[in-house]
C-alpha cells in the first residue's frame, strides 16, 4: 500500500486518505448490522429512506448503507467487500471514475453507492457492455437489493412496453449503456406520455467506463426509418468506384476521411457523362459515390466487420463483438453491401439522433469503474466533470509485464509468435494471445493449426462459444485466442496447478490504437495476486505503425538491422511503435473533441424541438397554445421581411409576391395605405392584420377542446417530419464541413454558424406549416356549421 499511494499525487493522496477514514467508520458499523436479523436489516433500510425523505443529505446515511449492503451481501450470496471495494464505492458515489484492476470485484462494489443513491426514489441505472453481463448482475447483484427491500428492473432490447416501463419504474435498473440511450429518443418520437418509458436522469453507473464513454463516443446512436433504396445507383456507383485508382482520391486514415480528387471528380463526370457532379441535380449521384468511397477504403472486411448469413454485421472494434442490430445510415450499409455483392437492403434514414457523450451528460450524477482509466484522466475531466480515483489492489500485483519484442515483417513476428507459444505450452502454463481484429486472430490461428498446437479461437465470429471458452481459459494447457478482451465481463480464473506453472501468459500481437485496451489485455492475467506474465509481439509492418509512423520509420529505417529472426534489438523500433500509439491517441482525442463540438451545436437544436415536443405530447393546453401563436406570428412577420427590402423605395417592393405568400399562408390577402413610404410603415400597417389573424386562432384554440388537439397533432406531425429533414441536411453539413480546414477555417465554428442558419429556417419551416393549418380552421367551422353542429 505505501509503494501505491507514492504513485499518486498530493490531491488523490489525500481523497484516498478521506476513503480510508471513511471504511474505518464502516467496518465499526459491522458488529451491529451482522447482529440484527434480516427483517431487522430491511427496517434498517426503510428508516435511511425516511432519513432523505426527511431531507438528510445522501452523505449522511452512506457510512451505514455501505455496511448494512456489505452484511446483505455476505447472507444472499456469501461475499463480503473487502475494504478496497468500500473505496471503490465511495469514489463511484462522488460522481468519479474507479480505477481498479480486473478481478477486484467491480461489480460487487457498484451495489454500494447504486444502493444508497436508490433510496433517494429517483431510480438508479447500472450501464454494462453487453446484455448477457447485464442480466448476469440484475440476477447476482440483484439479490442484495431486493433482499433489502429495493426492486431491480433489466432493460434490454425487444422488450414489450409495459415490462420496458417497469424496469425503469424500479429502484436499480441494469441494462447496456446503447439501449438507454435508445429509449430516450424513442421517448421523444411517441404521441403520448402512456408510451415514455423513462423517468427523470438521476445517477448512472457505468462498467468499463472508458469503452462506453471514451471508445464508442465516436458512433452517435441513431434511430432511422426505412427510405427509397436507390438500389441501382449504388450497385453502378460500387462498380464506376471499380474503375479508378488510388490517384482519383485522397486519404486521411487518422481522421478516417476520404474525398475524391480534381482528377476523380473528372472521371466519374464523365462516367456518368455529367456536366458537374457537385450541382443540385446531381447531389444523389455525388452522395453515393462518396459512400462507395467510404466503403471500399475506410472499411475493412473482418476488421470493421463481416459477412454472415449474407448480411452485413459491424464489429465493435473495442470489444471485438458484433454490434448486434446496428447499422450505417444515409446509404454507407448499402455501399458494403454493394460492394460485397449482397442483397441490398432499405436505406435507413435518421429520425433520431444523440453522441453517448451528449446522453451521458444529462445525468445529475454519473460514477464509472474500469482497470484502465488513469491514462485518460485529462479527456474524462474535460468532458465529463469526471475525475480518477485509483483504488489500491487487494493483494499485491505479481504479474511480470516483459518488454516487447520487435520484428521487421509480420512473417517474422508471427513465426516468434508460434515459437513463444510451443515453449511455454510445454510447460502447461496457460496462453492468452489478445489479437486487435478477425482477421489476425485467423492468422495467429492458422499459425498454431501448423505447428499442431490445439487451441480455442474466440471473435465476433464464435461469439456464442463465449463463456465456455473463457472459463476454460485458465486450465493447465490451455492456449487461447481472442480478439480484444476489454469489457468481457468474465474473469479468467487458474486452476491451483496453471497458478504453479506461472499463472496465465497474456501475449499481444499487435499494439492497439490506445494504451488503455493494451492494458486491459495485460490485466486478464494477475487477478487478486494471481502470478503471471504479458509480452506483446509487434512489427514495423503493423497497421499502427503504416498509419501513423511511416515517414519516421522512413528517416531511421538504415539503423533498424534484424537479426536472422527478423528481430529489431535497437531502442529506436520500440520508440517508433510508441511513437506510432501516441499519435493515433491523440488523434482519438481531437476526433472525439471534435465530433462533441459539432455535436454540441446540434445538442442545443434538439432540446429546443424536444421541449416543444414534450409539452405537446403531455397536452399542455397553455403551452401548446403559446407556441403555436408565437409561431404563427414568426412565421406572418417573417413573410414580410422575407419579400420586403428595406433598402428599395416602395415602388420597387415584390408586394405581389408578398401577398400571394400571404394568401398561401393564411386565406386571406391583407391591404395597406398608399401613403406607406418605407418598410418600417408598412410593418405598422399590417400589425393590426397580423394581430387579428392570431388573436382568431387564439379563439378558437380556446374555445374548443377539439381545436387544441388539432393544434397539438399538427405541431407534434410537422416537428417530427420537419426534424427528420433537418437531421438528413445537417449530417450533409457535417459530411463536408471538415474541408474548411483547408480554407483557414475553422470547421466547428462554421459547422456553428451555418447550423444555427439552417436551424432558424427548418424551424420557420414548422412555423409556416402549423400556421397555414391554423389558418384553416374557416373550413372546419364552415362545415360544422352546414353539419348544424
Known amino acids: 500500500m505505501i509503494d501505491f499511494v507514492k504513485q499518486l499525487t498530493n490531491d488523490q493522496a489525500r481523497r484516498l486518505k478521506t476513503y480510508k477514514k471513511q471504511v474505518e467508520r464502516i467496518n465499526a458499523y459491522e458488529e451491529t448490522m451482522r447482529a440484527l436479523d434480516d427483517e431487522a436489516l430491511r427496517q434498517y433500510a426503510l428508516e435511511l429512506k425516511q432519513r432523505l425523505t426527511d431531507g438528510a443529505d445522501v452523505r449522511a446515511i452512506t457510512e451505514e448503507g455501505f455496511a448494512l ?75 442484495i437489493h431486493t433482499f433489502l427491500g429495493l426492486t431491480v428492473g433489466l432493460n434490454v432490447p425487444e422488450m414489450e412496453l409495459a415490462d420496458k416501463q417497469a424496469a425503469y419504474a424500479a429502484d436499480i435498473t441494469y441494462g447496456v449503456g446503447t439501449e438507454f440511450g435508445f429509449d430516450y429518443l424513442r421517448d421523444h418520437l411517441v404521441g403520448s406520455p402512456q408510451e415514455r418509458v423513462q423517468r427523470p436522469f438521476h445517477f448512472a453507473l457505468l462498467d468499463e467506463v472508458d469503452s462506453v464513454l471514451i471508445d464508442e463516443a465516436k458512433t452517435p446512436l441513431i434511430i432511422a426509418q426505412k427510405d427509397e433504396s436507390h438500389v ?66 475506410l472499411f475493412e472486411r473482418d476488421v470493421d466487420y463481416i459477412v454472415q448469413e449474407g448480411k452485413i454485421e459491424l464489429i465493435d472494434l473495442f470489444t471485438g463483438r458484433v454490434m448486434e442490430g446496428r447499422s450505417l445510415s444515409e446509404g454507407l450499409h448499402q455501399a458494403l453491401e454493394a460492394k460485397e455483392q449482397l442483397d441490398i437492403t432499405e436505406e435507413n434514414k435518421t429520425t433520431a439522433e444523440i453522441t453517448i457523450q451528449h446522453y ?70 496457460p496462453i492468452l494471445i489478445g489479437t486487435t481484429s478477425i482477421a489476425q486472430s485467423e492468422a495467429v490461428s492458422e499459425q498454431l493449426e501448423r505447428q499442431g498446437i490445439t487451441h480455442e479461437l474466440l471473435n465476433a465470429k464464435t461469439v456464442a462459444q463465449e463463456a ?23 474473469d479468467i480464473v487458474l486452476d491451483e496447478t496453471a497458478r504453479e506453472r506461472g499463472g496465465l501468459y497474456v501475449i499481444g500481437t499487435e499494439r492497439h490504437e490506445s494504451l488503455r485496451v493494451d ?75 471534435y465530433m462533441f463540438k459539432l455535436d454540441d451545436v446540434l445538442n442545443e437544436q434538439r432540446r429546443i424541438i424536444y421541449s416543444i415536443r414534450d409539452e ?15 409561431m404563427m406570428r414568426l412565421a406572418l412577420n417573417e413573410t414580410l421581411d422575407r419579400h420586403i427590402d428595406a433598402e428599395l423605395v416602395p415602388e420597387e417592393w415584390a408586394t405581389d409576391a408578398l401577398i400571394e405568400d400571404y394568401m398561401y399562408l393564411t386565406q386571406q390577402a391583407p391591404t395597406w395605405d398608399d401613403t406607406v413610404g418605407d418598410k418600417d410603415e408598412l410593418k405598422r400597417a399590417l400589425a393590426p392584420w397580423i394581430d387579428g389573424i392570431v388573436a382568431m386562432a387564439q379563439e378558437r384554440i380556446e374555445g374548443y377542446p377539439e381545436v387544441i388537439a388539432f393544434a397539438r397533432q399538427q405541431l407534434l406531425s410537422h416537428l417530427d417530419i420537419r426534424w427528420t429533414n433537418h437531421l438528413t441536411t445537417m449530417n450533409a453539413l457535417k459530411e463536408g464541413i471538415g474541408l474548411r480546414s483547408y480554407g483557414q477555417e475553422d470547421p466547428s465554428r462554421q459547422f456553428g454558424k451555418e447550423g444555427l442558419e439552417i436551424f432558424q429556417e427548418t424551424y420557420l419551416d414548422i412555423a409556416r406549416d402549423v400556421t397555414i393549418q391554423l389558418c384553416q380552421l374557416d373550413l372546419y367551422f364552415a362545415q360544422r356549421e352546414e353539419e348544424g353542429l
Open 616 to 630: 405537446a405530447v403531455d397536452a399542455n393546453a397553455t403551452a401548446i397554445l403559446n407556441n403555436v401563436l408565437a
Open 360 to 429: 451521458f451528460r444529462m445525468y445529475p450524477l454519473l460514477g464509472g469503474m474500469t482497470g484502465t482509466a488513469q491514462t485518460s484522466r485529462e479527456e474524462f475531466m474535460k468532458t465529463y466533470q469526471m475525475d480518477v480515483v485509483q483504488v489500491p489492489t487487494n493483494r499485491p500485483r505479481l504479474r511480470e509485464d516483459l518488454p516487447d519484442l520487435v520484428f521487421d515483417t509480420i512473417a517474422h513476428k508471427y513465426a516468434a509468435v508460434g515459437q513463444e507459444v510451443a515453449a511455454i505450452h510445454a510447460t502447461g502454463q
Open 519 to 593: 492494458n486491459q489485455l495485460r490485466g486478464r492475467s494477475g487477478r487478486q495476486g494471481d502470478p503471471g506474465m504479458s509480452r506483446f509481439f509487434v512489427s514495423l509492418e503493423d497497421d499502427l505503425v503504416k498509419r501513423y509512423a511511416a515517414e519516421r520509420l522512413k528517416r531511421v529505417e538504415h539503423k533498424l538491422k534484424p537479426d536472422e529472426h527478423g528481430e529489431i534489438r535497437h531502442k529506436e523500433a520500440g520508440d517508433i511503435i510508441e511513437y506510432a500509439q501516441t499519435t493515433i491517441e491523440g488523434v482519438g482525442v481531437s476526433v472525439r473533441d
Open 468 to 490: 465456455e471458452i473463457i472459463a476454460e481459459a485458465g486450465r493447465l494447457g490451455h492456449v487461447t485466442i481472442a480478439t480484444n478482451m476489454a469489457g468481457r465481463g468474465t
Open 232 to 297: 441501382r445507383l449504388k450497385r453502378l456507383a460500387q462498380t464506376v468506384f471499380g474503375q479508378l485508382t488510388e490517384d482519383d482520391y485522397t486519404v486521411d486514415l487518422e481522421a478516417r476521411a476520404v474525398m475524391f480528387s480534381d482528377q476523380g471528380i473528372e472521371k466519374i463526370e464523365a462516367l456518368f457523362s455529367v456536366d458537374n457532379l457537385f450541382s443540385a441535380e446531381h447531389h444523389v449521384l455525388y452522395h453515393y459515390m462518396m459512400q462507395a468511397l467510404r466503403a471500399n477504403v
Open 69 to 143: 449492503v456489505r452484511e446483505a451481501s455476505v447472507r444472499t450470496i456469501g461475499l463480503r467487500h473487502y475494504d478496497v471495494q468500500l473505496i471503490g464505492g465511495l469514489a463511484l458515489l462522488e460522481g468519479n471514475i474507479a480505477e481498479m484492476p480486473t478481478g477486484e470485484g467491480k461489480t460487487l462494489v457498484a451495489a454500494l453507492p447504486a444502493f444508497v443513491k436508490a433510496l433517494e426514489g429517483k431510480g438508479v441505472h447500472v450501464i454494462t457492455v453487453n446484455d448477457y453481463l447485464a442480466m448476469r448482475d440484475a440476477e447476482q447483484i440483484g439479490k
